[in-house]
């Protein structure tokens, strides 16, 4: 899309959403960062993209399953901006009890 402008090449949610599965189930070590990183990109482009809760909520299940030993404290300040959001009045990005447990469930204790 960068290179050709080609709207019908630009990246949307469901984009964005395919590769922050993938990252979030992939070992690799640097998935996390990735996935935490395209998160970031989405919020930077919201005027195409708009980040919402299931996006975030992957990148906080991709840092529970890392074996990252500052993964709590990663999902939890993308967690405290989930709340922020949502506090500001984004209701797209209300953390979910889904978003609470994705931690947990690989050992991350939010």
Request: proline share 5%.
């Amino acid at each position: 899309y960068k290179e050709t402008q080609n709207p019908r090449l630009q990246p949307n949610v469901r984009t964005y959403s395919s590769l922050l599965t993938a990252y979030s189930r992939t070992p690799h070590r640097s998935s996390p960062t990735k996935a935490e990183a395209l998160l970031q990109e989405m919020q930077q482009n919201s005027e195409h993209v708009k980040a919402n809760a299931h996006t975030y909520t992957m990148v906080i299940q991709c840092w529970g399953r890392s074996r990252d030993p500052a993964k709590a404290q990663r999902a939890l300040k993308i967690l405290k901006t989930m709340r922020e959001l949502y506090k500001q009045g984004d209701r797209d990005v209300k953390p979910s009890l889904v978003t609470y447990n994705a931690g947990k469930i690989e050992g991350c204790l939010l």
